[in-house]
């Protein structure tokens, strides 16, 4: 029953903001902004006739279109933010638009956090559901699991018949995000395992109607650990016993973790052993320099089809690679504008026709243009500040705050010819 009821689209309306705003004195879940198995047919939502096609689109197909490949079994996800009080509007646009998955992505200290007696007791909680206030005691550990946006998301999306690649990150670019007692701990310590592991059946305990199209345990990988032998060797331990407590709770769930499109293919070597304990390779693909700058639009074909080729060719094969994000900018502080953007999405198309084997999940960052706040948090566990990287962060959206960028309409249009 979607939103042809009434009453239940108002139920959900409630519910999100109800929980939402008891959300915001929490921190969003941002990422590190960074499948092998059948994604139900219902999930592949093609394009609605309701959507309001921004002009871009609504020219005619382009010479090229007659070469495209047909959607077949691909997943096109758009990034949209579940705080957002606008969520179940965003999540209608990208259905529209032919996207049947998005991020749902929280760090491990988002979620396990220091206990607060005036919070539910999600520990106690998951310990014993049946224990009343009066007996259940003090914490049984110095932090709490808890966090009503992945309750939020269950919801809505569900309704929605929208999946969800899930990251719940034990470290994204600027290290572990661990719990403040575990953060100096190497990923192999008991300690440090058995609490990760707490955290993902919490995650998954508030997320059982959504299709998980993957479930990934980190972000850019690449980077936080560089070329630290031991820190990889650790870092695979974790994969290796988190894949197998996921598949334990859920068989069918692809368990992987998140790496940079350059680091893909600069330490693919160090990587090799937490690719071999994973089911997918996940990817970000931000293409920008060491000055946080973009090509001109008349080079950005060229360049996505050489960037997509040369990573796929260098990833193992046998392992479905997932693109978790795959953005350009519009800001003209890094170098952006939005016909190079329109012409960014066109070629991701071309790029993910040509590697639709390997490639079966791809998911654009993201639909709207993240505020100043956002950008700025998340330029903070990048450690940078300058402007141009602060303008990329902001302006990797489809849509500005109230419109529809060139970008969205090229979105719509490539969708549209192979049949999302």
Same mark, same amino acid.
């Given at each position: ?6 009453v ?37 939502a093609s394009?609605?006739?309701? $959507? ?9 197909? %382009?010479?090229?279109?007659?070469a ?12 949209? $933010? ?5 969520f179940l ?10 996207? %049947?998955?998005?991020?749902? %992505? ?6 396990e956090r220091p206990?607060?007696?005036g *919070?539910?007791?999600?520990?106690n909680?998951?310990?014993d559901? #049946?224990?009343?206030?009066? !007996?259940?005691?003090?914490p ?9 946006l ?10 929605q018949r929208?999946a *969800?690649?899930v990251t719940i #990150?034990?470290l994204?670019?600027g290290?572990?995000? *661990? ?11 008991p300690?440090?395992?058995?609490r990760y592991d707490?955290?993902? !059946? ?14 990934f ?9 560089? #070329? ?37 293919? *600069?330490?693919?070597?160090?990587l ?13 693909y931000?293409?920008?320099?060491a ?12 360049? $996505? ?10 990833l ?9 994000e795959?953005?350009?900018?519009t800001?003209a ?8 953007? %329109?012409?960014f999405?066109?070629?991701?198309f071309d ?16 639909l709207?243009?993240? !505020? ?5 948090a ?17 302006s990797?959206g ?14 719509i ?5 192979r049949?999302?």
């Open positions: 029953m979607g939103y042809d009821d009434p239940r689209r108002l139920a959900l309306i409630f519910a999100t903001c109800a929980v939402t705003a008891a959300a915001l004195s929490l921190p969003a879940g941002c990422g590190d902004d960074d499948v092998g198995s059948a994604v139900d047919p219902a999930l592949e394009a609605g006739d309701h $959507v309001d096609v921004p002009d871009g689109a609504k020219s005619d197909a %382009s010479a090229s279109d007659a495209v490949v047909p959607r077949g079994a691909r997943v096109l996800g758009v990034s949209v $933010v579940i705080g957002d009080l606008d509007r965003n999540v209608q646009t990208a259905r529209d638009a032919g996207a %049947s998955t998005t991020n749902v %992505s929280f760090a491990w200290d988002e979620i206990y607060d007696a *919070a539910p007791d999600a520990s909680d998951a310990a559901p #049946d224990a009343s206030d009066a !007996d259940a005691g003090p049984r550990s110095p932090t709490q699991v808890f966090h009503p992945l309750h939020v998301a269950n919801l809505v999306l569900s309704d929208f *969800a690649t #990150d034990a994204d670019v290290g572990s995000r *661990a719990p403040a007692e575990l953060a100096a701990l190497a990923f192999d310590d300690e440090l395992v058995t707490r955290v993902l !059946d919490y995650a998954l305990d508030q997320l059982p109607d959504l299709e998980v199209t993957a479930l345990l980190a972000s850019a990988v690449d980077v936080s650990l560089a #070329d630290d032998a031991a820190k990889h060797a650790a870092f695979a331990t974790l994969v290796t016993s988190a894949a197998a407590h996921v598949h334990a709770l859920r068989p069918k769930v692809k368990v992987g973790f998140v790496v940079t499109s350059d680091g893909a293919i *600069a330490r693919k070597d160090r090799a052993a937490a690719w071999a304990a994973s089911d997918v390779i996940g990817v970000t931000l293409p920008i320099d000055t946080s700058h973009v090509v001109p639009a008349a080079q950005v074909p060229a360049a $996505v089809a050489a960037d997509v080729d040369r990573l796929v060719a260098a193992p094969t046998g392992k479905p690679i997932v693109v978790r795959a953005g350009f900018p800001a502080e890094s170098g952006g504008d939005e016909a190079a953007q %329109s012409a999405v066109s070629a991701v790029a993910w026709d040509r590697q639709a084997k390997r490639i079966p999940v791809l998911t654009f960052r993201e709207i243009d993240a !505020d100043q706040a956002t950008a700025a998340i330029a903070a566990r990048y450690g940078h500040s300058d402007a141009a990287f602060l303008a990329f962060l902001r990797l489809l849509q500005t705050a109230d419109r529809a960028k060139a970008g969205e309409g090229a979105l249009r490539a969708s549209r010819a049949g999302f």
